[in-house]
């Protein structure tokens, strides 16, 4: 299974939170299993999921394309930045990303 199958899974059958604000506040609290930013999601905003993710020992996936395309894999009409997975549902995505 590769990985755009396995996000669109965990989107449909799992509990996924989308946004930076987010993402930013499940890393810092270490509530979410699985966090994937999107290729052109701000620095900033990348630097800080990243510094809370290790802090928090949260796995980060960075996605290989746009914040378009990653909304565009998960289904949505909108771009999305960076995506939270606290419950991957019937994908394997955890074991994809390791």
Excluded: W
Excluded at 10 to 38: N, P, Q, T
Excluded at 56 to 63: G, N, P
């Amino acid at each position: 299974m590769d990985i755009n199958k396995a996000i669109r899974i965990a989107v449909d059958s799992g509990k996924v939170d989308f946004g930076v604000k987010s993402a930013l506040r499940l890393a810092y609290s270490g509530e979410a299993r699985l966090i994937i930013i999107a290729k052109n999601c701000p620095k900033k905003f990348k630097e800080d999921i990243t510094y809370y993710s290790k802090l928090s020992k949260t796995q980060v996936y960075e996605f290989n394309g746009t914040s378009v395309e990653l909304g565009s894999v998960c289904g949505k009409p909108f771009s999305i930045s960076a995506l939270s997975i606290h419950d991957p549902g019937n994908s394997n995505i955890l074991e994809l990303v390791k």
